[in-house]
């Protein structure tokens, strides 16, 4: 007995070795499909191959019990869009190299199912205005239509939608098709039962601790008595959760009692923490400065009660001068230039009624204006600096669109009063020169924007229109008289069902100077000293458009694109920026002379292909076009500036944060010349380093360029 025991211990031993063998050994790899192509044996293609390809195992690796699945899968993706004889006919492997694969499918989809009738014998007993939008919903899939199991669902789920949306929670319907596969027809008859038109019941809100119930109310918008409509309780749900203060807002409706004709309606919320202080800090290194921050804020989601937001924000920071990224300045700094913001943001929300937002808006901000002094002595230069107070009151409403059962958006409309002003000084080396005054811009403004985006972060598609109309004048309370348009769009196309988007931006800008910018059309033959062309190129500063930087054309540093001139307060000291040739003929200025003049008409244009890599890394190859000319009006597409590169992006709490790599493309910064005029900043407008021959830009960022 013993031995046999002592055999037993030694088999498990033996046994335990080659299972323990077995899994330290490495497991056999097989090949990665590099590529999965769809061949059909029918002209046109049956069926977009993108959405069949997407939802296949195959592409991790290759695996022929996998590869069998994915077949089956195929076929019955072709037999959902109407092919119900679709065949997979062949099946290739084909060996790329050892540790790759292509596969290749060939389907034949077959004679596809058509839709004969689309019958409704019950819309008849349906009210006036309900019989329209079901009307509509019915025409989702028409007789001659190809039969489609989506859209077959969708007309279904659209017609329902269509009676819970006018007063009928209760309604059913129900939906068969009838498909006869010897004619390749269906029928499809659709049963209504709405119900009885009802209303909402008791409306309680669980979960408040130190919101009060009232302002809530307000902003849910859902009476008891009134007539049910679900649209207009997932709007209120979306109203509630876009307070702010709740971390999240469930709605719960009791359907269990149908006779009474009535819908109780449960709002859960939970509330977030309603105080916060944040610390922060950055910096930035660029051809313009190097700059470092820090950034401490505190916010009050219920200030005085009420839902009332407060937020302070204070951004010290300081500028290390003359240090910056062009390679012609030594990185040692010999001076530290202290800048801060301070910025006050208060938000009520009711204001007159309950989905309106007033809000008020002040900020002081103490900081240099910096630009490269190419060949100046750092240590003997005038450095500009300028205190700027900015105040905006206004308010803003939301309404909720729909323009289809899938497509929904917002618009928002935002009127408000504003009052800037800008107190030149000097951080070093004398007071400010002649013409240099304290400039005061007071106007009304309308922002609209139309949203139609499916995500406002990372978007994927959609549509988002925005325009911003402001008109200045001296009876508002300012020294300037203008009016400035700036209308926008960009688009969003999905190029895959989940991951890789097309984006597209395009804004225009218009600029209508009333008492002022006369000397800008002079060009650099003015003489930039006098007091008359500083006082309107230091209101340009505040009024005119500019092109270039992170958010703008990538190819470019902040302000570099567009009309570039002496500026009289940023001349260098001892430099003649009117020079007189023989013969009494102006010269051009020289290349320390140039600083960026803004303008009075923009245009800029991009266009992106954003694509995932990894987790939380993806990647964008970009193009950004865009101009800006001094005259009112003028657009010119034939100087575009065209930059094209890649950017790598990484996901964060607060947003991806970007690294784009600009470069100016050779020959199409004005068609038809091999560079810039002069008056634009010629060939070397923010080179890198510098180097004439790297025509590059690097932008860092938190957030997507648009």
């Known amino acids: 007995m013993p031995g046999a025991l002592r055999r037993s211990k030694s088999h498990a031993l033996v046994a335990l070795g080659l299972v323990l063998g077995v899994a330290c050994a490495p497991a056999p790899t097989r090949p990665v499909v590099t590529a999965i192509e769809l061949r059909e044996t029918s002209e046109p293609p049956a069926v977009d191959d993108g959405p069949v390809l997407d939802g296949l195992a195959t592409y991790d690796e290759y695996d022929p019990n996998v590869l069998s699945r994915d077949l089956q899968r195929v076929e019955r993706y072709y037999r959902a869009r109407g092919y119900y004889e679709a065949k997979v006919t062949a099946a290739r492997v084909l060996t790329v190299d050892p540790k790759h694969v292509r596969v290749e499918l060939r389907v034949a989809p077959g004679e596809p199912v058509t839709v004969r009738s689309v019958n409704l014998p019950g819309i008849a007993s349906l009210p006036f205005e309900v019989v329209s939008e079901v009307t509509a919903a019915r025409h989702t899939l028409e007789a001659g239509a190809r039969f489609d199991e989506a859209l077959f669902d969708e007309m279904k789920s659209a017609i329902l939608e269509a009676l819970q949306d006018h007063g009928f929670p209760f309604a059913k319907v129900e939906a068969k098709a009838h498909v006869d596969l010897a004619k390749h027809t269906a029928d499809i008859e659709i049963e209504l039962e709405p119900g009885a038109e009802s209303t909402y019941g008791e409306v309680r809100i669980v ?110 920071g300081v500028d290390l001068y003359p240090t910056r990224l062009d390679g012609s300045t030594p990185l040692a700094p010999t001076r530290a230039l202290l800048e801060n913001s301070l910025q006050l943001r208060f938000r009520q929300p009711s204001f007159v009624e309950a989905r309106t937002t007033g809000t008020v808006d002040a900020r002081y901000d103490i900081k240099p204006l910096l630009y490269p002094l190419t060949g100046a002595d750092p240590k003997t230069e005038r450095i500009i600096g300028f205190q700027t107070v900015t105040t905006a009151l206004g308010f803003e409403r939301n309404f909720m669109l729909r323009l289809t059962r899938k497509t929904r958006g917002r618009l928002t409309i935002a009127p408000s009063y504003n009052w800037q002003a800008n107190f030149p000084f000097t951080y070093q080396n004398g007071p400010p020169p002649g013409g240099l005054v304290n400039v005061r811009v007071a106007f009304p403004a309308l922002v609209t924007t139309l949203d139609f985006r499916d995500d406002p972060v990372s978007t994927h598609k959609g549509l988002y229109l925005a325009n911003s109309l402001q008109v200045a004048d001296k009876i508002f309370g300012g020294s300037v008289s203008d009016v400035r348009i700036q209308p926008e769009v960009r688009a969003y196309v999905p190029i895959t069902r ?117 987790g939380a890394i993806s990647m964008v190859t970009f193009a950004d076009a865009s101009d800006v000319t001094r005259a009112v009006g003028q657009v010119r597409f034939n100087v575009p500036h065209l930059s094209v590169g890649p950017g790598l992006r990484y996901l964060t709490p607060v947003g991806p944060l970007r690294l784009d790599v600009g470069y100016r493309v050779p020959g199409a910064q004005a068609l038809g010349h091999d560079q810039l005029p002069d008056g634009e900043g010629g060939r070397d407008v923010g080179t890198l380093f510098n180097v004439s021959w790297l025509p590059l830009a690097l932008n860092i960022a938190i957030g997507e360029s648009f």
């Not at 008595?225 to 997932?234: D, F, K, N, V």
């Not at 006369?518 to 062309?533: H, I, Y």
Request: hydrophobic letters at 40%.
């Open 498 to 614: 989940k991951s890789v988007t097309l984006a597209t931006r395009l804004t225009m800008g218009f600029l209508v100077p009333r008492d002022y910018g006369q000397t800008l059309n002079a060009g650099n033959s003015a003489n930039p000293l006098a007091a008359d062309v500083v006082t309107d190129k230091e209101k340009l500063l505040l009024r005119a458009f500019y092109s270039g930087g992170s958010n703008s054309n990538r190819g470019y540093p902040l302000r570099g694109v567009g009309p570039h001139g002496p500026v009289g307060f940023l001349i260098p000291t001892g430099v003649n920026c009117v020079p007189i040739g023989a013969g009494g003929v102006a010269l051009p200025p020289p290349p320390t002379c140039i600083r960026p003049l803004g303008g009075f008409t923009l245009w800029e244009a991009s266009l992106e292909l954003r694509f995932p890599i990894a």
């Open 207 to 316: 979960g408040l601790r130190e919101i009060p119930e009232g302002k809530v109310r307000d902003i849910l918008s859902i009476r008891e008595g009134r007539r049910y409509s679900r649209t207009r309780l997932s709007d209120a749900q979306r109203a509630v959760l876009n307070l702010g203060v709740f971390s999240n807002v469930e709605v719960h409706e009791d359907l269990t009692h149908p006779e009474t004709k009535r819908v109780p309606i449960e709002l859960i919320v939970r509330e977030s923490d309603l105080r916060a202080v944040r610390l922060g800090g950055g910096a930035e290194f660029d051809v313009l400065r190097l700059n470092l921050h820090l950034r401490v804020g505190w916010e009050h989601l219920n200030f005085l009660g009420g839902t009332r937001d407060l937020a302070l924000t204070a951004t010290p």
